[in-house]
């Protein structure tokens, strides 16, 4: 991960949600293609553990864990990691909360603004907080996690659905705002995302949901989902990162206010 030769040696990238699945994945792969990261997670366990996997391979890691509702602490957190890194070139504003899985007549209203303050709110304040830095430099790239939940409206799925809508909104309104200032925000939505504890939590609670559009039993859920996938799959975590990847890099210059759905391999 040392070698200046890689695509993205000298850079350095903010990953929030850096202890999770899609987080550390994509970690991962910025690191081992040059990037210094700064993992952003509420759960340092979980930190620890990211960027020790990180550091053990080669990279450079650093952690921060923060709650990204509190947008004070996400301008503090950001001018720190700027501080100990010498600025910011990434952003992969991935923190994200899923939420209940209850018909709309039911739906927790907590839970809704649980779901809009984790996954609006807080993704915009950190959008903001590095843009804040790129712009003085005159240069970044931002991926945000969108979801296909946020292109197709599943069923259950009220305040998922519509906060992810929500990021595509701010992907191209803030891609828009920011291309004057060279950089570029673009999207990513993955869609069914397995094996794991993701996929198989989502298949166990649109069972327990109850709908006309899934059984109440797991095992023909997971196969009634995969069936509406052109490539009759679910995608990898690794796919996901090598999406990123290419957002973030050269190949994708002309790029931004794009989202690129993820689903079943399908791009």
């Not at 553990?49 to 080669?58: Q, V």
């Not at 790239?141 to 659905?161: F, K, L, Q, W």
């Not at 705002?177 to 794991?196: E, F, M, Y």
Request: charged share 20%; proline share 4%; net charge negative.
């Amino acid at each position: 991960m040392t070698d200046k030769t890689a695509p993205f040696s000298g850079r350095v990238a903010i990953v929030t949600g850096g202890g999770g699945n899609i987080g550390l994945a994509t970690a991962l792969r910025l690191a081992a293609d040059g990037a210094a990261i700064a993992l952003v997670d509420m759960d340092a366990d979980k930190l620890a553990s990211a960027r020790k996997e990180i550091t053990d391979k080669g990279g450079r890691a650093g952690t921060y864990c923060l709650d990204i509702t509190d947008a004070d602490d996400v301008g503090k957190t950001v001018d720190q990691i700027v501080s100990d890194f010498g600025g910011v070139d990434f952003l992969f504003n991935n923190a994200g909360y899923q939420g209940a899985f209850t018909p709309v007549p039911n739906y927790p209203e907590d839970d809704f603004q649980k779901v809009m303050m984790i996954n609006v709110c807080g993704a915009f304040s950190v959008l903001q907080a590095v843009a804040r830095h790129m712009v003085k430099r005159g240069f970044g790239r931002i991926v945000n996690t969108a979801s296909m939940a946020g292109v197709e409206g599943p069923p259950n799925m009220a305040a998922y659905g519509t906060s992810k809508f929500a990021v595509v909104g701010m992907t191209q309104v803030a891609a828009k705002d920011l291309a004057p200032h060279n950089i570029r925000v673009n999207a990513i939505s993955p869609g069914l995302i397995g094996p794991g504890y993701m996929w198989d939590r989502q298949v166990e609670l649109q069972a327990k949901a109850g709908s006309q559009y899934f059984s109440d039993d797991p095992e023909k859920v997971a196969k009634e989902m995969i069936a509406g996938v052109p490539m009759r799959r679910y995608g990898s975590l690794e796919e996901i990162a090598g999406v990123v990847a290419f957002l973030l890099g050269e190949d994708s210059n002309y790029m931004t206010g794009v989202n690129l759905p993820i689903s079943g391999g399908i791009i």
